[in-house]
């Protein structure tokens, strides 16, 4: 019999997102399947949710969860993905961003929004739905941390609890005082419970109660275990290191294949990349209004403008990149200062940099067409999906050592190059005079063309899908599994 999964996130490809753990949660259950795993979606009813479901069936309802009715439906989407939305209007029929106002701002009422996806999460766990009782619950992020919490506390049998870490910058929390209407013991507000740092933490919550942990690169288990990178949990996830490990992230190889990519002005392969990339080039050289030359080597972004992604430090070394001759393409959104920056850099340097401010799904994907290189400077980046976008469609990834970017790229050093296995280039994280240094070899790397070539086949070659990731989910989850039968 397959095994029962119950994963339970705040965003899901493609109903709604805000970020990559929307990728995770839409693709992951899918490639589950082929794992043998039967794999249930909770998700909150959002509009976005709600209006885009077609055969929704009542399974279950609520007199009064959190102040007000709601129902549990279930529900078919895209890709045959199977879901079990919550729908509880006071608390999720709401405009805009699953998480802020419009104006701006979170949701005050947040800390009850999640505790009751996750309080229906642990609900389901415990038996409520006769027809889906899950082996294994997998729980994503703050907003899904308190469901193991709820089944530990619930006391007897329970399906197993996995937490995943997307993002440890996004915690999730709420004064002590909520601690009775969230549906906690009052022994749970201690340190060994949801008590953190006089509050309660949902990520907390999750990181002390579940089972076995998990976050999205192996590289990145080991730094949220240091204090630097521990954001607060370092000395809690030390505790742990026993049941935390780290799987990279897959991206969608139906959505980012440049053989079929209608966003592309050529679409290629392997074996025509050489030839044809060209093409994207100068497509993507015209769009963004720089000079059509092919001698120019072009260096792309698509980010997030946060400091996490450390374009300050690109920024402000637009000068060394121009004294390469090379140019820029940005594509990104977010802090008004480093959007602003990057404007005057492309108003000063008209032909050389063309920035687009805003997301652009089609450009995206002719960024990473049409560039010679990806450069992603980030601070921290628990996995990335932009650098394996990159290595699959022939922008060879110029990337900060850190997290998941440092264990998907390998560095074209004097080894890996004699040896014909690196694909990208890595530099120290957050040193300005490190990218310059890196864009430098990238550049020079480039000028020797059958190196840069090899760069790029080695880099469209490298597994980048789901089929690795899930079989590492699936293991896990078996191994959990079993353990608790036994
Ligand atoms: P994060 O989730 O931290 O933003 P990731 O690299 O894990 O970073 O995922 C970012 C995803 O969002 C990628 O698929 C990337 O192509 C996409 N993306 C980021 N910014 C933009 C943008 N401005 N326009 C279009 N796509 C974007």
Redesign the pocket.
């Known amino acids: 019999m397959p095994l029962r999964v119950l994963s339970v996130a705040s965003e899901l490809y493609p109903l709604i997102k805000t970020?990559?753990?929307a990728?995770v949660a839409g693709a992951l259950p899918l490639a589950l399947r082929h794992e043998d795993m039967d794999v249930r979606t909770l998700i909150p009813g959002y509009p976005a949710v709600l209006h885009r479901l077609d055969d929704a069936q009542p399974v279950h309802s609520f007199d009064n969860l959190f102040g007000g009715q709601a129902r549990l439906l279930a529900a078919t989407a895209a890709m045959g993905l199977e879901l079990l939305v919550l729908d509880a209007p006071h608390l999720f029929d709401r405009p805009g961003n699953p998480y802020r106002r419009e104006s701006g701002g979170d949701w005050p009422d947040n800390p009850q929004r999640f505790a009751a996806l996750s309080r229906v999460a642990a609900d389901i766990g415990l038996g409520a739905l006769p027809s889906f009782v899950p082996d294994i619950l997998h729980a994503h992020d703050w907003q899904a941390g308190l469901a193991p919490a709820y089944l530990h506390y619930a006391g007897g049998p329970r399906p197993g609890t996995v937490m995943t870490v997307h993002?440890l910058a996004f915690q999730g929390g709420c004064p002590p005082s909520l601690l009775g209407e969230l549906g906690l013991p009052p022994h749970a507000y201690a340190i060994d419970g949801v008590e953190y740092y006089g509050g309660i933490g949902f990520l907390k919550a999750g990181l002390w109660a579940a089972d076995r942990i998990t976050t999205v690169s192996p590289s990145y288990a080991l730094e949220i275990q240091t204090d630097a990178g521990g954001m607060g949990l370092g000395g809690l996830l030390r505790t742990r290191a026993g049941v935390l490990s780290g799987i990279i992230?897959g991206?969608d190889e139906d959505v980012w294949n440049p053989a079929t990519d209608p966003h592309l002005a050529a679409t290629y392969t392997p074996a025509t990349c050489a030839t044809t990339r060209a093409v994207n080039k100068v497509a993507l050289q015209q769009r963004q209004g720089l000079e059509v030359d092919p001698r120019r080597m072009l260096f792309g972004v698509?980010?997030?403008l946060e400091w996490?992604?450390g374009l300050d430090l690109l920024l402000d070394r637009i000068p060394a990149l121009l004294e390469l001759r090379a140019q820029l393409v940005l594509?990104?959104?977010g802090d008004p200062g480093l959007q602003a920056g990057f404007l005057a850099a492309q108003q000063a340097n008209p032909g050389r940099i063309g920035v687009t401010i805003?997301?652009?799904?089609s450009?995206?994907h002719q960024i990473q067409a049409g560039s010679d290189a990806l450069v992603?400077p980030s601070r921290f980046?628990?996995?990335?999906?932009?650098?394996l976008?990159a290595l699959h469609y022939g922008a060879v990834p110029v990337v900060a050592r850190a997290g998941g970017l440092a264990d998907t790229v390998i560095d074209a050093n004097e080894a890996s190059l004699a040896a014909g296995v690196a694909t990208g280039l890595q530099f120290q994280p957050d040193s300005g005079d490190q990218l310059a240094a890196a864009l430098g070899r990238a550049a020079a790397l480039w000028h020797d063309r059958p190196a840069w070539q090899r760069l790029q086949q080695n880099g469209m070659a490298a597994p980048v899908g789901w089929t690795g990731p899930a079989r590492h989910y699936a293991a896990l989850f078996r191994a959990l599994a079993e353990e608790r039968r036994g």
């Open positions: 970020g990559g753990l990728d993002n992230n991206i698509v980010s997030r996490q992604k594509l990104g959104a805003g997301y652009d799904e450009l995206a992603v980046e628990p996995c990335g999906l932009t650098q976008c």
